[in-house]
């Protein structure tokens, strides 16, 4: 079964202080990762994809595919880096694109 | 704005009646998507058209749901006898082949 799974609901950190959100992945086959974010009260953007391996706001993702995992990775959070968070995968012989999402982790990181 | 747009942002109806959403999306996209939101949950895949043709539908897409999208342009989402259970954020969002997707605002769905 395809699935994403998030462990945490809400991760709180200091500004300043490194932060990692998790997402593992159940997926058959070679899948495409993404990481979406939602700040308060706009739309649900794409923040990084696993294959433009780029660096976006000071985040960073790296594809396990050993572990089935594709973390978020920033090493000093910003507050505006509060947000909502959600990991997806797309894939399939189709390639219709759809995405399947995570439950989200909200990221609040305090002043 | 240029990116996608959904109306009505937000819609308030009684149980049992019938409500029907609009998606306008990216004009040279020719994928789009719906997708239903509900409180403390990822958004989950409905339904899926490349132009006009809708490939895809999720189970979660019941007999009461029915999506068009004539001409290939916008979309519309009919839900009829509306459930309390179907009260959720509904998102809409477009793309083409390797291209990111766009999503739209929502509209937010409260039956009561």
């Known amino acids: 079964a395809q699935r994403v799974t998030q462990p945490e609901k809400l991760l709180s950190v200091f500004k300043g202080a490194p932060v990692e959100l998790k997402c593992n992945y159940s997926y058959s086959g070679s899948p495409e990762l993404f990481w979406y974010v939602q700040y308060s009260r706009q739309r649900l953007q794409l923040l990084l994809r696993h294959i433009s391996r780029e660096s976006i706001k000071g985040f960073t993702a790296d594809l396990n595919k050993g572990e089935t995992s594709f973390h978020l990775k920033k090493p000093f959070a910003q507050e505006e880096d509060s947000a909502m968070y959600y990991c997806a995968l797309s894939g399939g012989s189709s390639n219709t694109g759809k995405l399947i999402f995570g439950q989200g982790t909200t990221l609040q990181v305090k002043p | 704005d240029t990116g996608v747009s959904q109306n009505p942002r937000h819609k308030i109806t009684k149980r049992g009646q019938n409500v029907t959403f609009r998606c306008d999306p990216i004009s040279e996209h020719n994928r789009l998507y719906w997708y239903r939101q509900t409180l403390g949950q990822g958004p989950e895949f409905l339904t899926y058209f490349q132009n006009e043709a809708q490939l895809e539908k999720s189970r979660l897409l019941s007999d009461r749901f029915s999506a068009e999208r004539p001409k290939g342009s916008f979309s519309t989402l009919e839900i009829q006898r509306t459930e309390q259970g179907d009260s959720a954020m509904y998102l809409c969002?477009?793309?083409?082949?390797?291209?990111?997707?766009?999503f739209g605002q929502g509209t937010r769905l409260t039956v009561v």
């Open positions: 969002a477009s793309n083409q082949l390797w291209v990111n997707a766009f």
